[in-house]
């Protein structure tokens, strides 16, 4: 068990609803990132948080997604309008800011989202 | 695409044989990680290594670094059934603000039979 909890496990929805997913990092971690992972694929970055300040965001990520981390602590990455090509594991992981250029990442367990 | 390519995707190997997986990367990196991930679940480090490293060990581990070929390799010694899993390279890019935005590759799917 890294530490690092996602919820939902799952999540199946209709195309064009709105879902979210909240991530809760280990608690003394202040930097936060969200990847997504598709079947047979490695996690891709999709965005990152040092304590509350979202400080780079992918080209993956649409305006259909946002992520938030209020107050420094949990996160939510909500999709508005799903499609099915949003079908994925989205993955959270957290780190310990070390100031170093080694840096290592505790994973949740994901949610995977199927869009049907 | 991504920047990591692994090699090969699947290797079936017997318990109590080595298992060598091989990762080839494009740009100039601060450090190379695998994670290990067991079907369905998060990622787990396993093993980082610097870029002005050659090698290291961890356990039953060894990760080999060749910058100049921009390739990796990981060699678990003595598997067992519960190796079985996907393993994962990732890089963390040169001259990045965020050490922890990693670039993975497609993975390989080790299984070791009993």
């Known amino acids: 068990d890294t530490g690092v909890s996602q919820n939902p496990r799952h999540k199946i929805t209709k195309r064009g609803q709105n879902v979210t997913f909240r991530c809760d990092p280990i608690?003394?971690?202040?930097?936060l990132y969200w990847y997504r992972q598709t079947l047979g694929q490695g996690p891709e970055f999709l965005t990152y948080?040092?304590?509350?300040?979202?400080?780079?965001k992918s080209r993956l990520l649409s305006d259909r997604f946002s992520a938030e981390r209020p107050k420094g602590s949990f996160s939510t990455l909500e999709i508005q309008r799903t499609e099915q090509g949003d079908s994925a594991m989205y993955l959270c992981?957290?780190?310990?800011?070390?100031?170093?250029?080694?840096?290592?990442?505790?994973f949740g367990s994901g949610t995977q989202l199927s869009v049907l | 695409s991504q920047q990591g390519e692994e090699d090969p995707q699947a290797l079936s190997i017997q318990e109590g044989e080595n298992a060598t997986m091989n990762c080839s990367y494009k740009?100039?990196?601060?450090?190379l990680q695998w994670y290990r991930q067991n079907s369905g679940r998060g990622l787990v480090h396993l093993i980082l290594?610097?870029?002005?490293?050659r090698e290291k060990h961890s356990g039953r581990l060894r990760v080999t670094l060749d910058t100049s070929k921009k390739s990796s390799s990981l060699l678990i010694t003595a598997s067992r059934a519960a190796d079985t899993a996907s393993y994962f390279c990732?890089?963390?890019?040169?001259?990045?603000?965020?050490?922890?935005?990693?670039?993975f590759g497609q993975g390989t799917i080790l299984t070791v039979h009993p």
């Open positions: 740009t100039s990196i601060n450090n």
């Open positions: 608690s003394e971690h202040n930097r």
């Open positions: 290594i610097r870029s002005n490293e």
């Open positions: 990732a890089t963390s890019l040169a001259g990045g603000t965020s050490y922890g935005k990693l670039t």
């Open positions: 948080f040092q304590n509350e300040a979202q400080l780079e």
């Open positions: 992981a957290s780190s310990r800011d070390f100031g170093s250029t080694n840096e290592k990442l505790f």
